[in-house]
Nanobody
Framework: QVQLVESGGGSVQAGGSLRLSCAASGLTYSRACMGWFRQAPGMEREAVVTISPSGGVTWHSDSVKGRFTISRDNAKNTMYLQMNSLKPEDTALYYC????????????????????WGQGTQVTVPS
């Protein structure tokens, strides 16, 4: 059974930083595309960042480029999202997602491409 467990959310002032983690189990982690998605109140869930199985290829949405950095440690089955220069519009429930990928290639972005999801961790940046 695949499990994805997010942690690291919280409330931080604008301009501050947070680091989210996603611990995975039950899948061949080194052969999985991983991604972070977020859903703000009243909004649809959107893709934020993705990372290829080896970690060599990443994709960042325009809204977080230059501020958020995704990384992964395949030895620890864990993915990270370093979020800097946080803005009120970053307030959302952040989800970790995974899909098996038999080869190391750029990950697809649409959320319907991902099979496994965590429960989410809340990030709040007061305005």
């Amino acid at each position: 059974q695949v499990q994805l467990v997010e942690s690291g959310g919280g409330s931080v002032q604008a301009g501050g930083s947070l680091r989210l983690s996603c611990a995975a189990s039950g899948l061949t982690y080194s052969r999985a595309c991983m991604g972070w998605f977020r859903q703000a109140p009243g909004m649809e869930r959107e893709a934020v960042v993705t990372i290829s199985p080896s970690g060599g290829v990443t994709w960042h949405s325009d809204s977080v480029k230059g501020r958020f950095t995704i990384s992964r440690d395949n030895a620890k089955n864990t993915m990270y999202l370093q979020m800097n220069s946080l803005k009120p519009e970053d307030t959302a429930l952040y989800y970790c997602a995974a899909v098996a990928s038999p080869w190391d290639a750029p990950c697809r972005v649409p959320q319907n491409e991902y099979d496994y999801w965590g429960q989410g961790t809340q990030v709040t940046v007061p305005s």
